[in-house]
Every structure is written in C-alpha cells, then in structure tokens.
C-alpha cells in the first residue's frame, strides 16, 4: 500500500535508504515495478533520480520504471535539474537500459544543461570534456 498510494518523495526516499544501507527489500523494489507509470508520473524529477540511483547502486534492474522514465522523458528533462538528470542518465546506462528519447531531450535541452550543471553534471551528460 506505502508504494500503490504513497507520495513519491517519501518511496524514493526509502528506496535511496535501502540503496544506502545496502538493503535489497525485494518486496519495495517490486511495488515500485508494479507502480512504476503512477510513480513516474506523480513524482517529481529528484524522487525519480533517487529512485534509479538506488536502482542502480544496488543492481536492481526495474524495466517498468525506466519504460516509463524514458515514456516522460522530455517533461522529466524539461522540469529537472542537471544533477537529476545526469543521475537518471547514469542509472540507465549502469543498468543496460537504451534510452534514445531520454538522450535526445538531453541533447535538446544541452545548453541549458551545460549552462546550469556542475563539470561533473556535464560530464555525466555528454561524456568527457577535452581540458
């Protein structure tokens, strides 16, 4: 019930607990599976990059929600920061998961992105960048 109903800051949150702690919690990680179109579409960009960060960190693949990351890609791009972005795009690529929409709306929105990240941000975006 907490992932089927609950508010997706507070689902992240335990997710990114669990990553933390090295807490696998099956049971948590397949309710966000199962509510993955819910979650991502009601929860902000920074409890969607929590969430594929502890995805990520703990190797826990979760097709449904990166689907549904890569379904909202532009609105996710648009309304996030560089920081949620580039954590998202990390997620993705640690886990095997194509994300050719999520891609092209970074590339879209890449000035902004380069404007407003971190060299690390960047980084994580676009790849190395020459010194």
Partial sequence: RFVKEGDPQNIANTVSAC????????????????HAERFVKEGNPQ???????GCAKLGIKSPKLFAQVEKH????????????IAITVLACAQLGFDSPKLLAQVKKHAERLVKDGSPLEIEALFGPVTR
């Avoid at 890609?73 to 949620?84: L, Q």
Wanted: without cysteine; glycine residues 6%; hydrophobic residues 45%.
């Fill in 73 to 84: 890609a532009e609105k996710f791009v648009k309304e996030g920061t560089p920081r949620e």
């Fill in 19 to 34: 990553a933390k702690l090295g807490v696998e919690s099956p049971n948590l990680f397949a309710q966000v599976e199962k």
């Fill in 47 to 53: 409890a969607i990059a929590n969430t594929a960060w």
